[in-house]
């Protein structure tokens, strides 16, 4: 068998260190893969002058017209610079007709993670060329969203199961990498044979999760794994109708772009759903912390977004502020739900609610968005999103 290192350095050695994008002949290897589909990857320069390699070129330059699984690569790395998605991506995508475009960025330390949302809204960050957005949408006649239409969970266990600490996320960050993934699915819908997109955050080079240092071969060897997560989810979502003795599928494929919850699940677990919810406001507003804090997963991140600014707390930290906040209130406060929206996505649970806080003469509205994923065999709260927002009219 072969160990981990062993591993990385046999498929380090059967990969061809192309140039970065090249005006030059193609090699031979490259030549001989010319014919095959292809799969883009995309990773970013440094951010500035004088700064570290970025992780997620560093990762996939050596990649670039080498050849997986039946496919040719192509490594394209993004400028830091406001429109450059767009502008380097829908040329490549138009040129290269890929079946797929996977593009990675330098995230946070401590995991790798896959990025489902994407906001049309451009954060007020200088570029490699010290400007501002010129304008704060992605696209003006885009939506004002997009959800990434790859079966993300799926991908996130399969990386997982490999030994690669991943985990989904909601906030990609309104810079060029949240701009990216609003451009691939924009492109995505534009293009006459759609390619499976998604973006992925690669931690920091140097970095460690866990006993593990992030170099380039580390990040190269998850790049990978994405690919045969990918691909490993395209066999098993086809069912070869010739062959007799090919098996079905355990379970339906995720269609991309739609929400599979169906009806049958959706009322199996509905009253489960709206149960914790129930319990997540009552709890609270009677200040029952523990039964509070048991709404929510292990490992779940709690973030606050106000005044554009996002405040990120684990669920420990984020259950003693609570804890806190009702021991100095003045007021006794009570928070209860006024619109609630349920919709069940694979093994996800997504919820949406509306708010109504009251603490003596102060009235507060706001949304909580819940991601929930079962634990243990019970919904559980992965990610909270909440914002103050002003009162609806209606």
């Known amino acids: 068998m072969l160990t981990f290192c062993s591993l990385l350095f046999l498929v380090s050695s059967l990969l061809t260190d192309e140039s970065r994008g090249g005006s030059g002949p193609q090699s031979a290897a490259a030549a001989a893969t010319a014919d095959l589909p292809v799969i883009v990857l995309t990773g970013f320069e440094p951010f500035g002058e004088k700064r570290p390699p970025n992780p997620s070129w560093e990762g996939i330059a050596a990649l670039h017209n080498t ?15 406001w429109g450059a998605p767009q502008q380097t991506l829908a040329p490549e995508i138009a040129r290269l007709n890929p079946v797929a475009v ?23 960050i200088p570029d490699n060329t010290g400007q501002t957005p010129p304008q704060p949408l992605v696209a003006g006649d885009g939506p004002t969203e997009y959800r990434s239409s790859f079966p993300f969970q799926p991908l996130c266990d399969h990386l997982n199961t490999a030994g690669f600490q991943t985990r989904i996320s909601e906030h990609a960050g309104q810079y060029l990498c949240e701009e990216t993934l609003f451009t691939l699915e924009l492109l995505r819908r534009r293009a006459k044979t759609p390619p499976d997109v998604a973006f992925c955050h690669v931690p920091p080079l140097g970095s460690q999760i866990g006993q593990q240092l992030v170099d380039a071969l580390y990040v190269r060897s998850f790049v990978l794994q994405v690919l045969t997560g990918w691909q490993a989810g395209r066999q098993a979502s086809v069912k070869q109708p010739d062959d007799p003795a090919s098996p079905a599928p355990a379970a339906a494929p995720v269609i991309r772009g739609q929400s599979p919850g169906d009806g049958k699940k959706s009322t199996g677990e509905k009253a489960a759903v709206e149960k ?18 048991s709404c929510f997963a292990d490992g779940a991140v709690i973030q606050e977004i106000g005044s554009g600014s996002i405040n990120t707390q684990m669920k420990g930290p984020f259950v003693a502020q609570q804890t806190t906040y009702h021991k100095l209130a003045i007021f006794k406060a009570v928070e209860v739900p006024v ?43 992965v990610n909270l999103v909440f914002y103050g927002t002003s009162p609806e009219k209606n």
């Open 102 to 124: 996977f593009s990675f960025g330098q995230g946070r330390p401590g995991a790798f993670a896959i990025e489902t949302r994407a906001l049309n809204q451009r954060g007020p």
């Open 67 to 81: 050849q997986w699984q039946g496919h040719r690569i192509v490594a394209v790395q993004l400028p830091v610079v």
């Open 339 to 381: 619109r609630t929206s349920i919709q069940f996505e694979a093994d996800l649970c997504r919820v949406v609610v509306y708010w109504k806080l009251t603490a003596g003469p102060r009235v507060q509205y706001g949304y909580d968005h819940f991601t929930l994923m079962k634990q243990k065999g019970s919904w559980k709260i």
């Open 276 to 293: 914790l919810i129930e319990e997540y406001f009552k709890s609270w507003s009677e200040q029952r912390m523990q039964d509070y804090g």
